[in-house]
């Protein structure tokens, strides 16, 4: 079976810019995820879909963040324009019954 | 929102020894999962406890559910240096396909052979 699957692995942007990541879940997943890492911490949830309804967004800043899966299967996240503390890992993942599964991340360096 | 306190934040320990993490909360879990997260990697699922008094085994991994459901731990026993990593707690809010997950800072282990 297919994990979750993101790109780009790395991004370097520099402030001000606009970057997207890009998630393709595993099938048949209904429900989406995505989340931010910072170098030594836990993921924080940013936003969740349900198929493609937003289940939760209360954690993402929607002044420059936003993301959308408009098929209810893929899903995009972006940021414009980003800063310095946005640098950090975003994590996809999707869920069935058997749990959450994650996909390797995207690294992003803003600078 | 419930607060996860993990500990210790960085362990270092030698090949062979033995090791505890712990994973606190201020009121009771739900249901608890732990994670393992390699380097590049996403988090992967180790187990879930749910039930007070709970304890799992995963070969020489040992997990712990506290009796008032406040408190977990994760016990390696004679670690190897594969067990290196970011080992996180979480806590699932809602249903286990379509809730959310609440992590702890997570505690990085390192096994030097």
């Known amino acids: 079976e297919a994990g979750v699957a993101q790109s780009p692995r790395y991004k370097i942007i520099e402030k001000r810019q606009s970057v997207a990541f890009w998630c393709n879940p595993i099938?048949?997943?209904?429900?989406l995820y995505w989340y931010q890492q910072i170098l030594g911490q836990g993921p924080k949830l940013l936003i969740q879909?349900?198929?493609?309804?937003?289940?939760?967004d209360s954690q993402l800043p929607k002044d420059r963040f936003s993301a959308e899966r408009l098929k209810g299967v893929d899903s995009t996240l972006k940021i414009q324009p980003a800063k310095l503390e946005d640098s950090a890992v975003y994590l996809c993942?999707?869920?069935?019954?058997?749990?959450?599964?994650f996909g390797s991340g995207t690294q992003l360096s803003v600078l | 929102t419930q607060l996860l306190e993990q500990s210790p934040q960085f362990l270092s320990i030698q090949e062979g020894e033995n090791l505890t993490v712990y994973c606190n909360s201020s009121?009771?879990?739900?249901?608890l999962q732990w994670y393992r997260q390699e380097p590049g990697e996403g988090p992967v699922l180790l187990v879930t406890?749910?039930?007070?008094?709970e304890v799992k085994k995963l070969k020489r991994l040992t997990f712990q559910f506290g009796d008032a459901r406040k408190d977990s731990s994760l016990h390696i026993t004679a670690a190897q240096p594969g067990d290196t990593g970011l080992y996180l707690c979480?806590?699932?809010?809602?249903?286990?396909?379509?809730?959310?997950?609440?992590f702890g800072q997570g505690t990085t282990l390192q096994v030097k052979p």
């Open positions: 993942a999707s869920s069935s019954h058997k749990g959450l599964f």
């Open positions: 099938s048949g997943h209904a429900t």
């Open positions: 879909f349900q198929n493609n309804g937003v289940v939760d």
């Open positions: 009121s009771v879990f739900s249901s």
């Open positions: 406890v749910v039930t007070g008094g």
């Open positions: 979480a806590e699932i809010s809602g249903s286990s396909n379509t809730g959310k997950l609440i």
